[in-house]
């Protein structure tokens, strides 16, 4: 002890300088590294190293990981491992890029569409619209290149130059319609010429589409341009509000092509349907779509919880709930918006108006925040329509996630929320869009800690520049 108070008592301040200054550049190489790790890999490397190494060492035991729950009540395993857990789909209600997506731009200067989104229409309709016999007609063949072209301009010229070669060319029709035409009504018109195209070429495909593989490839490229055309006319009668005419044509493409499920017509019809407050109607709708055994989607999820609130919204209040409880309607309504939440926990904040809106993409990503802007963006006109729908929606949404507080790991009525969500947001929505992650990363504790004794050490090096005498004195007491 003797010999420590005579070590102390030699130090001069410089010693003390050195010792806090280098303390504090170590500890912020620390913080440095654990910021990075963090978010490379999303967790603290410090944390990690202890519970995989030094945790086994002093006779931890570790905890089992939770099992993932089903894909939802009553499906099988299998088909939880079946689907894919960032699959991108075509949006249902996709606007049109002359008349809408090139308005946003003229007027704001920001492109509303990713490279990503474009490059993935541009397969699509590669996919549609094209087929091997293409080489056999020459308006067909100028078409297969202007759906490659990366330029609009490009494109549109070819679907001319198709058009002088064949009048009755309807992915020609097709293309200016969507990019060509600078208005809705420009568009409808468009349309309607590639319908009258469209039906003539596709009663030919019928009549010999048994003659040959070659002659069915062009069939089922004939049949995807006469629904893709019979849906976007629909469309462009929603838009201008000829809604009764749109809700029949979108019924009578379903009856038409009933196997044609996976385009999601029906999620077209829904808001059309809303628009109209044909609430039986709706609820008909989502009794043949909100089945176990389809897909779901935040249309279908957030509709039946909208048309369960509608029953009770008016006449809700959170403080007589807490006081008498909730009504049998009432607890049908929160478990349908907590459902929906548990599907796509994106959407609340954009129809509580608590995040802003963008156009929506082209492309869509089931329970991402993709999904949320496209479904928001048509849909939160109905939510304001019925009284008192987002105040009971306000009042209970986040406690959905009381019931899955490890939301990647189980789910409670779905599958586990993917993980990779918002990576593909992000190649999905436009650059100045905030893009929502869900669940946020809680900074690890280490994280605080190193930052915390960074800070500090730091400060004691000023002090003791600043102090040396005093703070010496203060290190030997």
Known sequence: LLTVTVFLSTLTPKFYFALTVTSSFISGLIFVFEWWHFRKYGTSFIEQVSVSHLRPLIGAAENSPPAPAAFSAGESESSRHSVPECKVWRNPLNLFRGAEYSRYMWVTGKEPLTYYDMNLSAQDHQTFFTCDTDALRPSDTVMQKAWRERNPQARIQAAHQALELNNDCATAYVLLAEEEATTIVDAEKYFKQALKAGEMIYRKSQNCHSQSPQHEAQLRRDTNVLVYVKRRLAMCARKLGRIREAVKMMRDLMKEFPLLSMLNIHENLLEALLELQAYADVQAVLAKYDDISLPKSAAICYTAALLKARAVSERFSPETASKRGLSTAEINAVEAIHRAVEFN?????????????????????????????????????????????????????????????????????????????????????????????????????????????????????????????????????
Not at 350 to 366: A, F, N, R
Not at 371 to 399: D, P, S
């Open 345 to 477: 926990p994106h959407v609340p904040k954009y129809l509580l108006e608590m995040k802003s809106l963008v156009l929506p993409p082209e492309h869509i990503l089931k329970r991402g925040d993709s999904e949320a802007v496209a479904y928001a963006f048509f849909h939160l006109q109905h939510w304001k329509r019925i009284e008192g729908a987002l105040n009971l929606l306000h009042c209970t949404w986040e406690g959905t996630f009381r019931m899955i507080p490890y939301p990647l790991e189980k789910g409670h009525l779905f599958y586990p929320y993917p993980s990779c969500t918002e990576t593909a947001d992000r190649e999905l929505l436009p650059t100045f869009h905030e893009v929502s992650v869900y669940p946020q990363k809680e900074l690890p504790f280490f994280i605080h800690f190193t930052a915390g004794l960074c800070s500090f050490s730091a400060m004691l090096a000023l002090l003791t520049h600043q102090f040396p005498e005093l703070m010496v004195i203060f290190a030997k007491a």
